[in-house]
């Protein structure tokens, strides 16, 4: 089975510049998450989707970030234009709702981002 | 902000168990005890979960006290492979709610 893909796995741009990260979650599962991991600390939620309805973008900064999931599939997170602390490791992770603590999140190997 | 606390850092010899350390006195009776590690530029990956007993499954064993205050992780047999940051997190499991990271330990398994 393949696991949560995304690209690209590095980026660097200069600030000011847009840029977009992709992520194709695991086939079926219908929740999809973006985190955002900064260097030496743990990863933090920016945006929670079920199928193609965001059910929690409450920590994501919406002046700047926007994210996407069409057909609730795969998801495009974009940041314009992005700042220097937008430096970081963004995260995609999957799962599939099964209850009895048996929904664990599957992630992908991350976008790392850095912006000069 | 994360509702457990765990050491920084922990050291283990390879071959022998790396036991890694929880407190979650806070926790709420319908909230899991998750465990997730990070090997170096990777995403994390879960390793096990539990509520009230123990559980075990082929990567580890999780051991929760009765008071389910705290719990502690058990790597049977230690390998250089496991050198990874190890998460403990608690959480409801009624919905896919998110995963609330704390900074977690960063184990080192010495040759």
């Known amino acids: 089975e393949a696991g949560v893909v995304q690209s690209p796995r590095y980026k660097i741009i200069e600030k000011k510049q847009p840029v977009a990260f992709w992520c194709n979650p695991i086939?079926?599962?219908?929740?999809l998450y973006w985190y955002l991991q900064n260097l030496g600390q743990g990863p933090e939620l920016l945006i929670r989707y079920e199928n193609e309805e965001a059910v929690d973008d409450s920590q994501l900064p919406k002046d700047r970030f926007s994210a996407e999931r069409l057909k609730g599939v795969d998801s495009t997170l974009k940041i314009q234009p992005a700042e220097l602390g937008d430096s970081a490791v963004y995260l995609c992770?999957?799962?599939?709702?099964?209850?009895?603590?048996?929904?664990?999140?599957?992630f992908g190997p991350g976008t790392r981002l850095t912006v000069l | 902000d994360a509702k457990t606390t765990q050491p920084p850092s922990m050291d283990c010899a390879e071959g022998r168990a790396a036991n890694l350390p929880c407190n979650h006195s806070t926790i709420s009776g319908n909230e899991y005890v998750y465990w997730y590690r990070q090997i170096h530029s990777q995403g994390p990956q879960y390793i096990i979960h539990g509520l009230k007993n123990n559980e075990t499954n082929e990567m580890a064993s999780l051991i929760i006290t009765e008071d389910r205050k705290s719990s502690t992780l058990i790597l049977p047999h230690a390998t250089l492979r496991d050198t990874a940051v190890y998460y403990c997190?608690?959480?409801?499991?009624?919905?896919?709610?998110?995963?609330?990271f704390g900074k977690g330990t960063k184990l080192t398994v010495n040759p």
């Open positions: 086939s079926g599962h219908n929740t």
């Open positions: 992770a999957s799962s599939l709702r099964r209850g009895q603590g048996r929904d664990e999140q599957f």
């Open positions: 997190i608690v959480r409801v499991s009624y919905g896919s709610e998110k995963l609330v």
